[in-house]
């Protein structure tokens, strides 16, 4: 991918920089100079990831417009229509992740937040419940997990994924685990990451216990 990242680059004038990343190289790494800052919560890069534990099951063709474009008409904005996974598919993989972290309780890093916004975000769009009344797919994902993504919980214990995706997840850590995940949130709310629709993370929250509830029902 390189080469042909290099020559496209060099093609449209583009200034950016490309770097291999990972304990395999998997990651290509392009790094832009942007063209404002904010708060420094958001790289100035973009991270291309390439590997063989990621089925891409379901999928689809999926529209993708610029956020802008309705706002100012004088401008034709791209549009692309990449394959994409179904955002069933999505919602429970970030469950799961989620379901880890509060089973670990421990912060697994910056910007990391934007899953439980995510999770939100679907159940009001109504992906959420086309997910979880998808039992199925539900148990594919603990399956592929159980294989590729083996976690521990705060007890060494094996994270068991198919009793998560059916009656034990956890979606809203305890204690002082929700401490940091508010501490990111609010970080990128100031960035500017959500500028259409900014929920309050006590909404956030709300909304994954519901889901949460939901799923466990």
């Known amino acids: 991918m390189v080469p042909i990242l290099l020559s496209a680059l060099q093609r449209d004038g583009v200034q950016a920089n490309l770097s291999l990343a990972g304990n395999e190289n998997e990651k290509l790494i392009l790094a832009y100079k942007p063209i404002k800052v904010g708060t420094g919560y958001t790289a100035s890069t973009i991270q291309l990831e390439f590997g063989g534990r990621a089925t891409g099951e379901p999928h689809q063709r999926h ?89 521990k919980d705060a007890n060494k214990n094996s994270i068991d994924y198919k009793a998560a995706v059916s009656t034990e997840i956890q979606i809203v850590p305890d204690g002082s685990a929700l401490a940091p995940l508010e501490k990111d949130y609010m970080a990128m709310l100031e960035d500017g990451l959500l500028s259409t629709h900014q929920p309050s993370f006590a909404e956030v929250i709300t909304k994954c216990l519901e889901l949460q509830s939901t799923i466990n029902r």
């Open 63 to 151: 529209a993708v417009t610029c956020d802008m474009a309705p706002t100012i008409n004088e401008i034709v904005f791209p549009k692309a229509h990449p394959l994409v996974m179904d955002a069933e598919r999505t919602f429970w993989e970030k469950a799961t992740a989620a379901h880890v972290y509060c089973r670990q309780g421990r912060w697994r890093g910056e910007r990391y937040s934007r899953h439980w916004f995510d999770l939100a975000a679907m159940a009001n769009s109504g992906h959420a419940q086309a997910a979880i009344s998808n039992r199925e797919l539900a148990y594919a994902v603990a399956q592929h997990k159980s294989m590729f993504f083996p976690e």
